[in-house]
């Protein structure tokens, strides 16, 4: 019996082209004159009529915002080199950049504060956040750590999250915004994963007695954590991107800093520094 080897298919420019020109939700009329070039020669690129150069390569991932690692991905599919690096946060060349993330969430304390890559994989983490996640499960905190998974894991934070199901909604559509942007299967695993997780009891019946809710005036989705003690803290987030990333490592790395959202949180967080100032035991 003769056996044969299916190969897989192999993907060229045209196809990467045509879909994320679709992605971004843009006709071939669209991104023509994005590019200021004909529709004729757009569509001949897509359906493989026409080789592109290198720089019509770069010009239509620009014009298309296409993710640094995407547009390596396309110049390997019109048959170039990549064109931007990537390296680890540990290489020499990459130090300043360290410093200053490490400075950044340092300079946070004693507020809550953490860098992730593209997957949300933690990189680097301050003293107050490690205060936080004091009593999850240790099989959780081994690397690579995912930070969402560690947040709404059964076996996580979220029995401690007071308002799970909305912070967990929250979660979900930045994901599904992350998804539409760069096309990451993992990150679309990852949603289904996060929406597979039960609803813990603390946060269908909190402790204590009711609470009066702050809505934040529907300004911000904030995130109500009950701490090992009992205190109700309270956050909003921001994040923290490189402003002009020729590196893909760089480009995908975001800092998420928690603020809190009423006096009685800061106060708290002041607390938690003096009693624990190190992260020793984290």
């Excluded at 192999?10 to 879909?19: C, Q």
């Excluded at 009711?210 to 529907?218: C, E, I, M, N, T």
Aim: aromatic fraction near 6%; avoid cysteine; hydrophobic fraction near 45%.
């Amino acid at each position: 019996m003769k056996q044969t080897n299916a190969s897989p298919a192999v993907r060229h420019f045209g196809d990467f082209l045509r879909e994320w020109r679709q992605r971004r939700r843009m006709s071939q009329l669209d991104l023509a004159l994005e590019a200021e070039i004909s529709t004729r020669h757009l569509s001949f690129l897509e359906t493989g009529r026409s080789q592109p150069s290198r720089e019509m390569v770069q010009l239509l991932a620009e014009k298309l915002d296409m993710p640094l690692r995407e547009r390596n991905v396309m110049l390997t599919a019109a048959g170039f080199a990549p064109v931007y690096s990537e390296r680890s946060l540990d290489d020499p060349a990459m130090r300043s950049m360290r410093e200053a993330v490490d400075l950044v969430l340092k300079g946070h304390e004693p507020y809550p504060a953490l860098a992730v890559d593209r997957h949300w994989s933690l990189v680097a983490a301050n003293d107050a956040l490690l205060r936080l996640v004091r009593g999850v499960d240790p099989a959780l905190l081994k690397p690579p750590v995912n930070v969402l998974r560690l947040s709404v894991h059964p076996m996580g934070l979220a029995r401690r999250i007071v308002n799970f199901t909305v912070w967990r909604d929250h979660l979900v559509a930045r994901l599904h915004h992350q998804v539409n942007v760069t096309g990451d299967a993992v990150l679309s695993a990852l949603i289904e994963e996060l929406r597979a997780y039960p609803v813990p009891d603390a946060a269908r019946h909190p402790p204590g007695p009711p609470r009066a809710r702050d809505d934040h005036a529907g300004i911000v989705v904030p995130l109500e954590l009950m701490t090992e003690e009992g205190s109700l803290l309270t956050f909003f987030s921001t994040t923290t991107i490189f402003g002009t990333p020729v590196d893909v490592t760089l480009s995908e790395l975001a800092i998420e800093a928690f603020f809190p959202a009423d006096p009685e949180t800061a106060s708290a967080l002041r607390r938690m520094a003096k009693a624990r100032p190190a992260a020793a035991g984290a």
